[in-house]
């Protein structure tokens, strides 16, 4: 009896490029995602929402112009006029870059005539190291609420320092630009509020 050996059938070369075309067209997907759009732009479930209601202490011993700087809550972010809060640490070495843009924000024409406050949300830090770091730099919050276990932040949406909310006359969340401020985005930011109060 002869023995006749069947050879499979040959595959077409196409069907090994399949799952390469598949990959190739993921990573492109991806790579698109990763690396198109603004990075300061994080989408936030907040914007057009009432800012979260929490009441911050203090920054203990913190004086301006011999006097106590208050803290802030809600009531304070709807008081009709337009709000930049800033969240910054003392160990935040990105919140060392955008601190002179922060202070010529203070030093700007809408925020000396009081038609936008600037006030600083100091995140999981010391008081003695938040009164140097404001010290050492200059103080351009109104005020400054302390969050140091960082739990007001969570309700803040908050996911990292520095981060800058524009908070309109009604007390909603309008913007939020996630990263240090840099000369463009702090005009932009302080035009944007100073729009809102005629």
């Known amino acids: 009896m002869s023995e006749v050996t069947a050879t499979p059938p040959r595959r077409s070369p196409w069907l090994y490029a399949i ?37 911050l202490a203090p920054l203990e011993g913190l004086l301006r112009d011999g006097q106590p700087v208050p803290s802030f809550g809600m009531a304070d972010l709807a008081k009709g006029k337009a709000t930049i809060v800033n969240v910054f640490a003392s160990w935040c070495a990105p919140c060392r870059v955008e601190h002179p843009f922060l202070v010529a924000m203070a030093d700007s024409a809408a925020v000396k005539q009081g038609k936008v406050a600037l006030v600083g949300f100091n995140y999981k830090d010391e008081a003695e190291n938040a009164r140097r770091f404001l010290g050492a730099l200059g103080n351009p919050y ?57």
Request: aromatic fraction near 6%; charged fraction near 20%.
């Open 19 to 55: 799952p390469l075309l598949v990959f190739a067209a993921l990573a492109a997907v991806f790579a698109k995602g990763l690396f198109s759009g603004d990075a300061s732009k994080v989408p936030s479930a907040l914007i057009g929402k009432p800012a979260p209601a929490v009441t």
């Open 142 to 198: 109104s005020a400054v609420g302390v969050d140091r276990a960082g739990r007001a932040a969570i309700d803040w949406g908050v996911y990292g320092v520095p981060e800058t909310f524009l908070i309109g006359p009604d007390g909603r969340i309008l913007d939020k630009h996630v990263g240090p401020l840099d000369g463009q985005a702090a005009s932009r930011m302080l035009a944007k509020a100073a729009a809102l109060v005629k």
